[in-house]
């Protein structure tokens, strides 16, 4: 299994306000889609760091989906994604 080029590393405080994000779901499907993916390919410290197929089948979304919130976080920022 090939490592994925932009590896997602959330800070305490962003793991927070995306969990309370998900928890309150009052946001749009793809903001809360958005928000689980960053969760599941968290590679920090308490992160589970799935793969890209794994977190697609776990939030039923495509690997390129997977692939382009990963792109977004790193290069643009939590915001972004």
């Known amino acids: 299994m090939p490592l994925p080029k932009y590896v997602v590393r959330l800070t305490a405080e962003e793991r927070a306000e995306l969990e309370d994000l998900i928890r309150t779901g009052k946001r749009a499907a793809s903001v809360l889609i958005h928000a689980r993916i960053l969760l599941k390919a968290d590679a920090g410290a308490g992160g589970p760091g799935w793969d890209d197929e794994r977190i697609a089948e ?7 989906t997977v692939c382009r919130v990963r792109q977004a976080f790193v290069e643009a920022g939590l915001d972004a994604a």
């Open 58 to 64: 776990a939030v039923e979304c495509g690997t390129s």
